[in-house]
């Protein structure tokens, strides 16, 4: 007699499905995204652009999806503070530098930024819920800043904004030799600004992020080790691992390349962010603790 097929645990079968359904959704947004792009000829419509929104949302759905379930907040807040996370780390700032270096850099990309980020937040927050829902946006940011008086919260923003500019130029030059030859193969008009201009640019990326990952910082109440895994998952998911996973534009190389290098200055800055803008000894149960008080 053949043996009996054992059903998925529970908790395995959710996972699967709520991944799922974070891909379904992804993929209808970068579907819609493209469209709105560019009607008269979407590029998502191939076999390749396809397959890689797909697997785009299955990253998205493993990446944010837990993350999501850590934020003990009500659907409507939730989903609110992930679709400002997908839209301002994986557009924004993008954004930003792509109208550096790129010339006639569509403003476009704002607006299917937000249909990625909207199709990629719904289904997180719908089918990757927490376990409770005790807490406020409002709560957490007002237990973080009464942690602190208020000007070391200033110096402690400033060091963390100045310190994204480093952080991007050390990695950004290990990158660089790909970008150049990829730029110089295709003919791509590729611009290098002035050091005033870009100083400027990276320093509004730094203060972007730096209170961006700050507030994620605080709603996650976490301790800085867990802190920093959270804050580098979502940066680096957001702003490489998702896009870059797409461009189907790019050789291997540049998108492997441009994904090594923002997944460290992920796990860089992250830490940077949790050790100035988080307290070690901070738990749940403290938070709980604070809150029944």
């Not at 709105?36 to 590029?43: I, L, M």
């Not at 998205?60 to 907040?73: D, F, N, T, V, Y």
């Not at 609110?80 to 550096?100: C, F, H, P, Q, R």
């Not at 100083?199 to 961006?212: D, K, Q, W």
Request: aromatic content about 10%; overall charge positive; glycine content about 6%.
């Amino acid at each position: 007699m053949s043996e009996a097929i054992e059903p998925l645990p529970p908790s395995v079968a959710r996972t699967w499905r709520a991944t799922g359904l974070v891909v379904l959704s992804y993929l209808l947004a970068t579907v819609v995204a493209s469209v709105v792009s560019r009607p008269s000829h979407p590029k998502v419509l191939a076999p390749l652009p396809l397959l890689l929104a797909v697997a785009a949302g299955a990253v998205g759905a493993l990446s944010i999806g837990p993350l999501a379930q850590r934020l003990r907040l009500a659907t409507v807040p939730r989903f609110v503070v992930i679709a400002l996370l997908a839209y301002l780390l994986g557009t924004v700032t993008n954004e930003v530098e792509a109208i550096l270096f790129i010339k006639n850099s569509s403003p476009m990309v704002l607006l299917t930024g937000a249909i990625l980020a909207l199709g990629l937040a719904i289904p997180v927050t719908l089918f990757w819920p927490p376990k409770d829902t005790d807490d406020t946006v409002g709560s957490a940011l007002r237990s973080s800043l009464a942690s602190r008086h208020w000007w070391s919260w200033v110096w402690r923003i400033a060091v963390a904004t100045l310190l994204w500019v480093p952080v991007y130029f050390v990695f950004a030059a290990a990158d660089a030799p790909f970008v150049h030859r990829y730029y110089h193969e295709t003919g791509t008009t590729f611009t290098i600004p002035s050091n005033g201009v870009l100083a400027s640019a990276e320093l509004s990326r730094g203060l972007l992020h730096a209170l961006v990952l700050g507030a994620l910082a605080a709603l996650l109440r976490a301790n800085r080790r867990v802190t920093w895994w959270w804050l580098a998952v979502a940066f680096a998911a957001l702003n490489a691992w998702l896009p870059l996973v797409q461009r189907a534009d790019w050789p291997y190389y540049l998108r492997t390349a441009n994904i090594v290098e923002i997944t460290c200055d992920a796990v860089a800055y992250g830490g940077l962010v949790a050790l100035l803008l988080t307290r070690g000894h901070r738990s749940r149960s403290m938070a709980r603790a604070e809150k029944a008080s």
